[in-house]
């Protein structure tokens, strides 16, 4: 056995730990660049926080999905203020661009010398300006991660930016900045956490610490995220949900994914459509897929017994096996309201391009089995119509 963990210097997790920001940020500098959402409330109060800590401090907005130029803008933001410290507070869009700022304000070149795809893809050579992620959603897990998702308008489509120097230096989970999140991104990011704790479980690079986060992360978000859809006050399932949350990005950084997040990729890429409900659309047709070609193709895989282990931990039965699993799945998107593809404007002819790109996928490379171009158009049309 051998595995390797990446995770940031520091993970502070606790109702209330944003107060401690003020403390936590000395010997950062003295001049901080805070990147925020469309609403710009949290980012004042972490503004507060940080000009008490003697920091100047300016706000930069980006509001929705990072951009190119909305990256390259913040670049040059951090550059002429000549900033220390990068914060990026809110959901994962606002945590990948503080992470993307932060690593490329110090290297060399502006951004398309650096991304993947679309750019030349050199690696960043120099570590970042220290980054503090505090995420106000409890889904993404952008706070332990080290890419970031930046879209280009240009060529319609979303590239990672990836490299260690991106992992946060302190993630700062605060469960209370989840409570106010409305019903609709509840579900949305809710269903990314459960995805993220799913395939890395799953996934050929699952190891001994990703597996317990997993099977920790796992049974919270099954009792949970029903809980806090139903009533959105449950603070004590919005506490759950933020550590399923950190518990997933943990494990995916460390593990990898698998065909939901293959296929979510270039549908985001190609539609505008919310990140965690494709991902919550496609978890039970992939599911269904994989075991089907475990069962057919490797009958001996120890992934098979993993799908009998999510269906454990799913429906919390010791007597659960991976059609229990599939069966709770299906369930929760009935109970959740969750749609189809068809009704996200993803028309039924764009299923064999979505394949194909989902095939080069990297995330498709953590998959527990090679899953057949046929295999993945059948799951999109599967769950397009449903
Ligand atoms: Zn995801």
């Known amino acids: 056995m051998s595995f390797e963990l990446s995770v940031p ?8 730990c944003l107060a401690r920001l003020e403390q936590l940020v000395a010997g950062y500098g003295d001049r901080a660049l805070v990147v925020h959402g469309a609403n710009s409330d949290r980012a004042q109060s972490v503004k507060g926080l940080l000009v008490k800590s003697g920091f100047e ?4 907005s980006v509001g929705g999905e990072p951009t190119v130029e909305d990256i390259a803008k913040g670049v040059d933001e951090a550059k002429r203020k000549n900033v220390t410290l ?3 507070i809110g959901g994962g869009s606002a945590i990948d661009a503080a992470k993307a700022i932060s690593g490329l304000a110090t290297n060399p070149g502006d951004i398309h010398d650096y991304l993947e795809v679309i750019g030349r893809g050199n690696p960043l050579t120099k570590s970042g300006l220290a980054c503090v992620a505090i995420p106000t959603t409890a889904g993404t897990g952008a706070e332990v991660t080290r890419n970031s998702v930046i879209a280009s308008l240009e060529h319609k489509v979303k590239v990672s930016l990836r490299s260690p120097f991106l992992l946060p230096r302190i993630a700062l989970v605060d469960p209370e900045l989840s409570y106010s999140l409305p019903a609709k991104v509840t579900i949305a990011t809710g269903l990314d956490a459960l995805t993220q704790l799913i395939e890395p479980l799953a996934s050929i690079r699952a190891n001994p610490v990703t597996d317990g986060l997993c099977r920790e992360g796992i049974p919270r978000v099954a009792r949970s995220l ?7 006050k449950d603070f004590t399932a919005r506490e759950e949900m933020s550590l399923a949350s950190l518990f997933g990005g943990l494990a995916l950084a460390n593990a990898g994914l698998g065909a939901v997040h293959g296929l979510a990729g270039p549908i985001g890429g190609m539609f505008n459509a919310p990140h965690g409900l494709v991902c919550g659309i496609l978890l039970p047709f992939v599911v269904d897929a994989n075991i089907k070609a475990l069962r057919s193709r490797t009958p001996k895989s120890i992934a098979l017994g993993r799908y009998d282990e999510i269906g454990q931990l799913l429906t919390a039965s010791r007597q659960a096996d991976a059609a229990d699993g599939l069966g709770w799945l299906t369930d929760l998107n009935k109970t959740l309201h969750v749609p189809r593809l068809s009704s996200l404007g993803i028309p039924k002819e764009s299923i064999p391009e979505i394949a194909g790109k989902a095939a080069k996928a990297s995330s498709m490379k953590a998959n527990p089995i090679e899953l057949t171009l046929p295999e993945l158009e059948a799951i999109l049309h599967a769950a397009w119509q449903g």
């Open 9 to 16: 210097e520091k993970v502070i997790f606790g109702r209330g």
């Open 57 to 60: 401090t300016h706000l930069y």
């Open 86 to 88: 990068v914060i990026g």
């Open 226 to 232: 029903p809980a806090v859809v139903q009533n959105g």
